[in-house]
């Protein structure tokens, strides 16, 4: 009687804990496949963010220009180069930057609309003017000469009626449907907006079709249980077969759909509960191993589920903290990671310091530090789940920091939470690329107008003192036509070549635009210094030699004034100040230079 008590107790004991073992997994690979639906959601959102920044920072150069009044001209040489540009950056992904621009359609590809095209009824212009500003995307459509899936990114300028536009393919989230859904436990991966358009879908022939009016029955289960539910994780069951759905938003109108088939999903561990009961009958002498077995592959499952949801493969380095006693443990580490812990993984609160001399540069310690201190977290973590904050490490590279709550105690307490590193360099990187690009003048490698200006207003808003200048190229439309537009862009090009070599880095120097261009050199506050400056960079200009000109000299006329004249001086008064220097300066053959006070 005691050994079958003791027998049945134990299956039981055994069976249970089994139970919970299989249930726990299941969990398990849900967590996984979670975690799986967001890597791909990432992997889209950054696909979708480049030329979303694309549109933006060039709606920066059009809105200065809609400021000054820009010509049609120059707008479209505007276009041209930013399509240049992205040409190179977003690769075959995008066919250039067009725009609405005061009244006036301006392509930056060259093409010309037919004669019955009205910009103001197309839906990337409707598209824009519904978002207010804010970047907007379009509904899909195939490109009429493509016949591929295209979709267009468009912005509202500062005027209220010109847009920005750029169209994109839309291939590269097919490509990603199709790389993430090999496993066979998918039965299908798809991405499509509210009104249920398919972008992209692991079945090619539904791709550009309205699930809800063309969807076959499975699709319209699908669609309806998804707005029953609203939730990132539901099942559903169609014709007997149980399927586990994931969805992620990739933006505010679209969804992605991981649709998982559960007898493949769970086909390993049905097999081990049905063979379960043979075993506990032929293996009756294993009951004791397998209770201990499966009671630690229970505690190192429950940890591992925990970890799994609190962590993507994103992170460089993720530690695991107990708030309630300081402990910590390492989930992923790094050189970085081991060298501030040195071993010991004890007093997370008292070794908040040491973690951020180690891992932020000196001018973010304090802000790093503010941020890691864990006597606050309750408080900011009280209605959200995650914090972050980005900083610069020691090396120089930028970093995300990222708090996670694991759990609370019964009281509502936090107990465990996740502090993650996160790798964010490579985009912080990119984008300051396209700032860059977005700043500079193409052809001559100074600043363009907008970042000239820019800067020269920041400079006196810092009350920075000196000099400012216009440079107009004398006679440059003879050049043009007597010697071509190649020599006259060589032209341009020694010009801006010389103003780069006489004043410093720390003074801002760029082009106006077609024949001209501006300086303002920081700290030169009277006539000595700036007619030695001018005078060493009209020697610059006699010295140079341009072969397509046949031996004639390139010359300018200078206007030349200092900031500031009294308290109340502005930009626009020095600007007219110098150009009243420039006028006088043309009424004399060669190199010259008035100074207006």
């Not at 500003?133 to 010109?162: F, H, I, N």
């Not at 539904?206 to 994780?233: M, P, Q, T, V, W």
């Not at 193409?442 to 907008?450: A, D, P, Q, S």
């Amino acid at each position: 009687m005691i050994f079958i008590v003791t027998v049945l107790l134990s299956v039981l004991a055994v069976t249970k804990v089994f139970l919970n073992f299989y249930k726990l997994s299941k969990e398990n690979i849900q967590a996984k496949w979670g975690n799986y639906t967001y890597i791909v959601t990432v992997a889209m959102e950054h696909s979708l963010q480049l030329p979303m920044d694309a549109i933006s920072f060039s709606a920066v150069g059009l809105n200065e220009m809609l400021d000054y009044k820009s010509p049609a001209s120059m707008v479209q040489s505007y276009l041209e180069q930013q399509t240049a540009i992205y040409s190179s950056i977003i690769k075959n992904n995008s066919t250039g930057v067009y725009s609405y621009f005061d009244g006036h359609y301006l392509d930056g590809s060259g093409w010309v609309p037919p004669a019955d095209y009205l910009s103001l009824l197309r839906p990337w212009y409707i598209a824009a003017r519904m978002s207010d500003g804010e970047v907007a995307l379009s509904q899909p459509y195939y490109d009429a000469q493509t016949s591929e899936l295209m979709m267009t990114v468009s912005k509202l300028l500062k005027d209220g009626r010109s847009v920005i536009a750029m169209d994109i393919y839309l291939s590269d989230f097919s490509k990603i449907v199709r790389e993430k859904s090999q496993n066979e436990a998918v039965k299908s991966l798809f991405l499509m907006t509210s009104d249920g358009f398919v972008i992209a879908h692991s079945d090619e022939n539904k791709i550009g079709r309205s699930l809800y009016n063309d969807g076959d029955s499975e699709d319209i289960r699908l669609l309806e249980s998804f707005n029953e539910n609203k939730a990132e994780c539901f099942s559903l069951k169609i014709n007997s077969k149980k399927y586990t759905v994931f969805t992620e938003k990739v933006t505010d109108d679209w969804n992605l759909f991981l649709v998982l088939d559960n007898q493949k999903l769970y086909k390993s561990f049905n097999i081990l509960y049905l063979t379960f009961a043979v075993i506990i009958i032929l293996l009756l002498g294993l009951i004791v191993f397998i209770f201990f077995f499966m009671d630690r592959k229970f505690s190192e499952s429950e940890l591992l589920t925990r970890d799994i949801k609190a962590v993507a493969d994103i992170y460089v380095a993720v530690v695991k903290v107990n708030l309630l006693n300081g402990d910590m443990k390492v989930v992923r580490g790094s050189d970085k990671l081991a060298y501030a812990l040195g071993g010991c993984y004890k007093n997370y609160g008292g070794r908040i310091l040491n973690f951020v001399d180690v891992i932020a540069a000196d001018n973010y310690k304090a802000i790093v530090n503010e941020f890691m201190e864990p006597l606050t977290l309750e408080v900011r973590l009280s209605e959200v789940k995650t914090l972050s904050l980005e900083y610069v490490d020691r090396d120089g590279k930028w970093m995300r920091l990222r708090y996670f709550v694991i759990d609370r105690t019964q009281t509502g307490e936090l107990h465990h939470v996740m502090v993650a590193f996160e790798s964010i360099d490579e985009d912080r990187r990119q984008q300051e690329a396209l700032r860059r690009l977005s700043e500079t003048d193409l052809m001559t490698g100074v600043h363009n107008r907008g970042s000239g200006e820019e800067k020269i207003r920041e400079a006196m808003r810092l009350e920075k003192h000196g000099m400012f200048l216009l440079i107009d190229v004398d006679k440059f439309k003879s050049i043009n036509d007597n010697y071509g537009h190649q020599a006259g862009d060589e032209a341009l090009k020694l010009i801006a070549d010389a103003l780069k070599n006489i004043f410093r880095e720390s003074d801002i120097v760029f082009r106006l635009g077609g024949d001209e261009f501006s300086a303002f050199a920081e700290g030169v506050v009277n006539e000595v210094i700036g007619r030695r400056i001018l005078d060493r960079f009209f020697e610059k200009l006699e010295a140079a030699d341009i072969p397509a000109l046949q031996g004639r000299k390139v010359t300018v006329s200078v206007g030349a004034s200092f900031f500031p004249k009294s308290n109340m001086d502005s930009f626009e008064a020095i600007y007219q100040r110098a150009d009243q220097g420039t006028y006088e300066s043309k009424k004399h053959e060669g190199n010259f230079y008035t100074f207006v006070s």
